[in-house]
């Protein structure tokens, strides 16, 4: 089963502003995602259901939550991993 994709509002002006590289990975690993989004490897300590995409080479991350009972992945946060802004980013639009 897939699961549908979502943006918080902020997360999708985050995601507009990156780079066209940066963007097509995470559209890369996203559509992976949405087949399989519970990757325990992946999986981020407390905060419920969420979970962090890597782009190693770019220093981007991309942060997620599933909601199972609606079948929807919701993009909480997009940046850079500088300072853990983008966890913390994620964790107040919780």
């Given at each position: 089963?897939s699961?549908?994709?979502?943006?918080?509002?902020?997360?999708?002006?985050?995601?507009?502003?990156?780079?066209?590289?940066?963007?097509?990975?995470?559209?890369?690993?996203?559509?992976?995602?949405?087949?399989?989004?519970?990757?325990?490897?992946?999986?981020?300590?407390?905060?419920?259901?969420?979970?962090?995409?890597?782009?190693?080479?770019?220093?981007?991350?991309l942060?997620?939550?599933?909601?199972d009972n609606?079948?929807?992945?919701?993009?909480?946060?997009?940046?850079?991993?500088?300072?853990?802004?983008?966890?913390?980013?994620?964790?107040d639009?919780?």
């Open positions: 089963m699961y549908k994709l979502e943006f918080e509002e902020h997360a999708l002006k985050e995601f507009k502003k990156l780079g066209a590289p940066v963007r097509e990975q995470f559209k890369k690993k996203l559509y992976d995602i949405l087949l399989n989004p519970h990757i325990p490897a992946n999986r981020l300590y407390g905060m419920t259901d969420c979970y962090k995409i890597k782009l190693m080479s770019a220093g981007y991350r942060v997620y939550r599933v909601i609606e079948v929807v992945v919701l993009v909480l946060a997009v940046g850079k991993r500088e300072r853990s802004e983008v966890y913390k980013a994620a964790k639009r919780l």
